[in-house]
C-alpha cells in the first residue's frame, strides 16, 4: 500500500504563497497520476490539479490556474502544488491523492493539510 505524507500547509495573507508537499512512501509516478484536491466548510471536495509524470500531462481548475502549479521530483518521490497570489476563497483543507493507471478504483489519500488565506 502506498503511504502519502503532506505538509506545507497553513496560514498565509492573501496574495501570499505557500508550496504543499507530498511525499510517497516509494517511486509510483510511472504508474500512479498524482492529484491535488481542496475542500471547502459546505463545499464538495473538488480537483485542484493533476500531473503524469510519464506523459507530463497537467491541469488545473479554472479558479487556480495561473496561480498554482504541481510538480513532481522523482528522486524524492515528492509531488509539489506551488500556490502563488493566494485568495482567501482558496482555503480549504488539501489532500494528496494516488490514483493508479491502470487498475480501475485503486488510490491512495495523503492526511490532508489546511490552508488558511486571511489577513
Known amino acids: 500500500q502506498v503511504q502519502l505524507v503532506e505538509s506545507g500547509g497553513g496560514l498565509v495573507q492573501p496574495g501570499g504563497s505557500l508550496r504543499l508537499s507530498c511525499v510517497a512512501s516509494?517511486?509510483?509516478?510511472?504508474?500512479?497520476?498524482m492529484r491535488w484536491y481542496r475542500q471547502a466548510p459546505g463545499n464538495e471536495r473538488e480537483l485542484v490539479a493533476a500531473i503524469n509524470s510519464f506523459s507530463s500531462y497537467t491541469t488545473y481548475a479554472d479558479s487556480v490556474k495561473g496561480r498554482f502549479t504541481i510538480s513532481t521530483d522523482n528522486v524524492k518521490n515528492t509531488v509539489y502544488l506551488q500556490m502563488n497570489s493566494l485568495k482567501p476563497d482558496d482555503t480549504a483543507v488539501y489532500y494528496c491523492?494516488?490514483?493508479?493507471?491502470?487498475?480501475?478504483?485503486?488510490?491512495?489519500w495523503g492526511q490532508g493539510t489546511q490552508v488558511t488565506v486571511s489577513s
Open positions: 491523492n494516488a490514483v493508479h493507471l491502470y487498475r480501475v478504483g485503486v488510490d491512495y
Open positions: 516509494e517511486f509510483i509516478f510511472s504508474t500512479y497520476a
